[in-house]
């Protein structure tokens, strides 16, 4: 596919995200995609209906995600994002994350989806009762199929 096409895929897949509209972000993602959060321990998820679970664990305690991208950078299939998100949780406290993503790509779709950032950082922004959510949760919870 060509680099506007892997692009155009890259900012649907981030606004879905942003909308949580969970059927057009799993549109973008092929059948074998692996996503993963690179600094954690958990193995990632693989394949779209994992990949949408694992981040509804999340997702699903936000009242608002604020996506901001500041630098593209596309060539063949690789799409790589430098960009902030704003989480707004539930209760009102928000938390704000810099960091970089590796997006590779197969016939318009994402196959990889590998986010880079400061974990230590990210959750300290976390209210408790969030990271309380967080620990019931476990790599089994989107890993099977």
């Given at each position: 596919?060509?680099?506007?096409?892997?692009?155009?895929?890259?900012?649907?897949?981030?606004?879905?995200?942003?909308?949580?509209?969970?059927?057009?972000?799993?549109?973008?993602?092929?059948?074998?995609?692996?996503?993963?959060?690179?600094?954690?321990?958990?193995?990632?998820?693989?394949?779209?209906?994992?990949?949408?679970?694992?981040?509804?664990?999340?997702?699903?305690?936000?009242?608002?995600?604020?996506?901001?991208?500041?630098?593209?950078?596309?060539?063949?299939?690789?799409?790589?994002?430098?960009?902030?998100?704003?989480?707004?949780?539930?209760?009102?406290?928000?938390?704000?994350?810099?960091?970089?993503?590796?997006?590779?790509?197969?016939?318009?779709?994402?196959?990889?989806?590998?986010d880079y950032w400061d974990v230590?950082?990210?959750?300290?922004?976390?209210?408790?009762?969030?990271?309380?959510?967080?620990?019931?949760?476990?790599?089994?919870?989107?890993?099977?199929?």
């Open positions: 596919m060509s680099i506007d096409v892997n692009r155009k895929t890259v900012e649907k897949l981030w606004g879905s995200l942003s909308a949580r509209d969970w059927p057009a972000l799993e549109s973008c993602l092929a059948e074998d995609v692996h996503y993963e959060d690179v600094p954690t321990e958990d193995p990632g998820a693989r394949g779209p209906e994992n990949v949408v679970k694992r981040l509804r664990i999340a997702f699903d305690q936000l009242t608002d995600h604020e996506h901001r991208i500041h630098h593209v950078v596309c060539e063949g299939d690789v799409v790589f994002l430098d960009h902030t998100e704003v989480w707004t949780f539930k209760t009102g406290e928000k938390a704000t994350n810099q960091f970089a993503t590796l997006h590779e790509m197969r016939d318009g779709k994402v196959t990889r989806w590998s230590g950082g990210f959750v300290a922004q976390f209210p408790q009762w969030f990271i309380q959510v967080m620990a019931k949760s476990s790599a089994a919870d989107f890993s099977a199929e």
